[in-house]
Structures are given as C-alpha cells and as structure tokens.
C-alpha cells in the first residue's frame, strides 16, 4: 500500500494531515520509535505530597530484639519468658518482640505466648507478636495490643490480596523474616513494613537480605531494615537440663544484634510506629555502638531529617552527617561505606573518641535517591553472650536510608 501525501491532505485539515504525513513517514523509514508516540504513565515526576519531618528531638532512643523464641516454640530450649525478660533487664533492654512460631499452637498466639503467666514486665516494653510461620516463608507480625492472630494463620496458603486484606484489617506491622535462603519471605513484598535485615550474631549469612533490600528500596518500596537474633535457646538453669542446642546460647541470644529505634513515647505503639517510619538502625549487640544518620538541607548547619525520613527533593546540596554514640574505641578506626541507591557511594574511615563523618551530595531534583550506610570496625564485647562477637565480625552497625522523593502514596 502507498499513501501520498495527497491522499492525507484530502482527509483533513493541513496542520493534521502534516502530522500525520511525518509520523506514517516516520513508520514506513523505521525512524519511529514507541517512545515517540507512547508515554510511561510510571516514569518519575514531581511528587507533591510529602508529610513534613517530625522532632528531631522529641523522642528516646530504645533498643530492643525483634525475633526471639520461648518455650512455646517446640524446638526451643531453656527458653521461659521469665528468663528472656530477666535477661533483657540484666543488658538494658527496652522492649521485646516474643515471636513464637504460630504453627506450633495452631495459629492460637493468644492463649499460649501471650497468656503465659510470666508475659508481664514493669521496665521492658513488651510487644504483642508471632512469627506467622508458613510453607511460603516466615514473617513476624507486630502489635501494640492484642489483635487475632488466627485469622493471619489461616490464610496463610491463600492468595496475596486476601493475606494482605485480613493483615490490614487487624492492623498489624508485618515483617519479612531472613529473607533469603530456607523459609525465605516468599511473598509480595508490598505486605511487609520491614524487613530482616539482620538476622542472628552471624552477620555474614545476610549478604542476600541486604541484596534484596536494596532492591526493593531501589524499586520505590519504603521499607525498614530490622535485626533479630531469631534466639531459640536459653542457658540452663537450677534444675534445667542442656540440649543439643545449648551451644547457642552462649553464641547467639537477645540483643544479638540489638534493634534501636527512635521511639515518640517509651510505649509499644510508639516502638511500631518508629519501626514503621525507618527511624531505625541496628547494632551487633546491645553494648556495641550505635550509628545516626543525620541530613542538613539548607545548609544551615543543623540537621533536619534523619534516618527513615523522606523529603522532596530541591535540587541543591544536601550535608549528610554519621556519627557513632555509644562506647567506641578511641584508639580504633571505623569504617563508615555509604550506599547510594544500592550502589557503594563512598568509604570513610573514622577515628577517635566521638567518631562521626559529614559528605555532601545532590539528590535528584525528579527521581528517587536513598543513602543509607555501615559501620564496620573493632566489636564490643557482649559478656552475657560471649562467643557473639566472634560470629558477627567486625560488622558495628547499619543505619536505615534517609529518603528523598519516595512517593508516600506508592
Ligand atoms: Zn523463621
Ligand atoms: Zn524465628
């Protein structure tokens, strides 16, 4: 078939019937392209409802573990709440999730974990949870009230716009427990507000879970990175008797590593919500320093966002700044890598008594942009689980990314 431009100009006006020449003359020579005639209703634009930042200041710093075993998980040891709680009160804990496998009580949390008699503590914030324990994978679900978890268990095999309606109707933060390897989270990541970044005092099986996290961040997913030792085993006491297992107990327990989170209240929802807003890092123990990150972005000098945080981006310079609190070593250097965008942005190395470091970059003025970074250096010492600090390495701490242009209605 030919078509002249006579023939065009016969079945409209001229401007029209000009378009229409050059586009069919672009199709026949090969010169369209489909970006030409279609457009990317998903590409980056401008994002205009971005909440502002909240107090930099009005909050408390709380460390706790999000993933720990009692005896009401059948393959746990030595393992009495009584004895966690004791525990977290001898290391200085504020909070605990207790996270015992739903399966092991038929979905039942209620009348087991959070019934037992010794589920109470005057000094450390006790979340209502469970690890939801299932045949595509493990996920840990936290509450700052009772909620019923029997209707999460039960849908467990269904699809994932059921699971994720019956989890939004309890209202609940759902978590991807170890991400990668057996029992790896095989479900959409759009369920989950966090994810196991840190899984037990082995740092170095998580190599995966910071892959797949860095994939979702880079995807647009606005997800928190979390630790949890994942601890199932206690040290035996009076007239317990060792397992097996009891080896563990020494090289892998509460606070291994240890979650901190900038919490409004020293209160569970206000652990969850903190937790759900990033406002997060995580340490290799509850003794081992703990890392800030900080953003100034109007060169004022003072920081006005933190880790968690996310704000449109202007297009001008923004100083970030990472300082270690805590007990460091002064005579040690730390290495601080930044990661941008999953990519390794910078390395710095640190030293001295109140370690910290300030960079300076651009983010995008259209488009997402994340930094988030590491601390590696010489452990801490964790006396009531000795043998940690081997198995973890020199990993200190990770910080969660401060945000910029990360649409909240996504
Ligand atoms: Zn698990
Ligand atoms: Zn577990």
Redesign the pocket.
């Known amino acids: 078939m030919i078509i002249s431009h006579k023939d065009i100009s016969n079945s409209g006006t001229q401007v029209k019937s000009k378009k229409a020449f050059t586009l069919l003359f672009a199709l026949f020579t090969g010169t369209a392209t489909m970006a030409q005639q279609h457009v990317d209703p998903w590409a980056p634009k401008e994002i205009t409802t971005i909440q502002p930042v909240a107090s930099l200041d009005k909050g408390v710093w709380m460390k706790g573990d999000l993933?720990v075993?009692s005896r009401h998980?059948k393959e746990s040891t030595n393992n009495s709440i009584g004895k966690i709680l004791r525990f977290c009160d001898k290391v200085g804990m504020d909070y605990i999730g207790i996270?015992d496998?739903d399966n092991h009580v038929a979905g039942d949390v209620m009348h087991n974990t959070w019934a037992d008699p010794e589920f109470k503590s005057k000094s450390v914030v006790l979340l209502y949870s469970a690890?939801w324990?299932t045949v595509r994978g493990?996920g840990?679900v936290f509450s700052a009230k009772p909620y019923d978890h029997q209707r999460l268990f039960e849908v467990r095999d269904q699809r994932d716009l059921v699971i994720g309606a019956v989890k939004n109707g309890l209202n609940v933060h759902l978590s991807a427990?170890?991400p990668s390897g057996k029992d790896h989270f095989g479900y959409s990541y759009d369920l989950v507000q966090s994810v196991e970044v840190w899984n037990s005092a082995i740092w170095s099986k998580n190599a995966n879970a910071m892959m797949i996290w860095d994939d979702m961040l880079s995807s647009g997913r606005k997800l928190t990175g979390r630790g949890?030792s994942?601890a199932?085993h206690g040290v035996p006491e009076g007239d317990e008797k060792p397992s097996k297992s009891t080896v563990e107990a020494t090289a892998n327990y509460v606070g291994t590593p240890t979650t901190w989170v900038f919490a409004t209240a020293r209160n569970s929802q206000a652990v969850i919500d903190a937790l759900t807003n990033g406002r997060v890092s995580v340490s290799a123990n509850p003794y081992s320093p703990r890392v800030e990150f900080y953003a100034d972005t109007n060169e004022d000098g003072k920081p006005d966002m933190m880790m968690g945080d996310n704000i449109k981006s202007t297009g001008q310079n923004v100083k970030f700044r990472v300082v270690l609190t805590g007990k460091t070593f002064a005579d040690s250097t730390y290495t601080i890598k930044v990661v941008k965008n999953g990519d390794a942005f910078n390395t710095y190395k640190i030293t001295g008594k109140d370690p910290k470091v300030e960079f300076t970059d651009t983010p995008a003025l259209i488009g997402r942009t994340y930094y988030r970074v590491t601390v590696e250096g010489r452990p801490a010492d964790y006396p009531e689980v000795p043998v940690s600090t081997k198995l973890t390495g020199n990993m200190v701490a990770l910080s969660n990314p401060i945000y910029f242009n990360f649409d909240p209605n996504f």
């Open positions: 993933h075993h998980s996270t496998h690890e324990t493990h840990n427990n170890h949890g994942d199932h």
